[in-house]
């Protein structure tokens, strides 16, 4: 009898990195322009020399495209796609290894709701760390319309003015708004993620007889819920990290502040930019990563090791 494969520890864990890192790298690069319309139109009226001129998402992506050309809906990308390695190795990772410790290995206990839930807080307020600096340089870059707006010529210069004026705690400007806004996505992401995929399966977990069209599907709905969820802290972190000039003390001021100012409007704007992206950004994110997975099981190991992973 053949010998059964095992992948070693180191292969087994590069293989779930590189899986995040390209299901990441496909999630920014379908929905970043989406991301850009979003974060303009929730920032509108903190920079004083970003003019306030959208009246919603069309005109802003039409007028960008004006404007700007096509990069204009790209600006700031390399940060996100830099680090979306890290983040979605965080993120799954963080998330697998909590429902395998909450539900000691047992695959049905993974997919309970509770273990769900409990992975994907976890994982939620593990990655914040990460995409806080990264989404404060990719916002930065994203306002920056024109001549007179432009402070930072691209990601290195940004990150450097940022810290010779604030140091450490410039970098993580907004990270209060970032915890506030994840805690409710991220559990939104993975409940919904599951539920949608109990619903579409006719098996036990983990559900292996979901196809691409499934998974795009399950993580596409999943994504742009977690995101209308998440929406009205998303509006105060975008606009926290934007204020050059000191305006907002922290989340409080900034949402008392702004909320005086433009009322229930101020969570309006932007709110159809933000659910679209979510849709094929996730979608993306869990279809391909999934997949990867799948045929790193069955074609790299020769084994299937579904009964480790949720």
């Known amino acids: 009898m053949e010998e059964e494969k095992k992948p070693s520890v180191f292969l087994d864990a590069s293989a779930h990195f590189l899986a995040g890192w390209v299901s990441g790298c496909a999630g920014v690069l379908v929905s970043h322009p989406f991301d850009t319309v979003k974060v303009r139109l929730q ?34 990308m390399s940060s996100p796609l830099l680090g979306t390695a890290l983040w979605n190795a965080v993120v799954f990772g963080t998330y697998g290894n909590t429902v395998r ?48 707006s432009t402070v930072y010529k691209g990601l290195i210069d940004c990150v450097k003015k940022i810290y010779q004026q604030d140091g450490w705690k410039g ?32 098996e036990k977990p983990p559900y292996k007889d979901l196809g691409p069209v499934a998974l795009i599907l399950g993580g596409g709905l999943a994504g742009a819920l977690s995101w209308a969820c998440a929406f009205p802290p998303d509006v105060i972190k975008c606009r926290i990290q934007v ?67 949720s």
């Open 43 to 76: 920032t509108q009226g903190v920079v004083p020399n970003v003019t306030q001129h959208y009246t919603g998402t069309w005109h802003c992506l039409v007028d960008t495209i004006k404007r700007e050309s096509l990069y204009g809906l790209f600006k700031g």
């Open 101 to 148: 410790l909450l539900s000691g290995g047992d695959l049905e206990k993974q997919h309970h709701m509770k273990t769900v839930f409990l992975g994907s807080l976890a994982a939620g307020i593990a990655q914040t760390f990460v995409i806080c600096p990264l989404e404060l340089t990719k916002t930065r870059l994203q306002i920056q319309s024109s001549v007179e």
């Open 171 to 202: 970098i993580f400007n907004g990270y209060q708004a970032t915890v506030y806004r994840d805690i409710i996505g991220f559990p939104v992401y993975f409940c919904a993620f599951e539920v949608l995929c109990r619903m579409m399966s006719e």
């Open 243 to 309: 204020d050059y000039s000191g305006k907002y003390t922290d989340f409080s001021d900034c949402f008392k502040k702004s909320y005086k100012e433009e009322g229930m409007q101020l969570f309006r704007r932007g709110f159809a930019p933000c659910v679209i992206r979510g849709f094929p950004m996730n979608a993306a994110i869990f279809s391909i990563y999934h997949l990867s997975i799948r045929f790193y099981e069955e074609r790299w190991t020769g084994t299937d090791l579904s009964k480790n992973y």
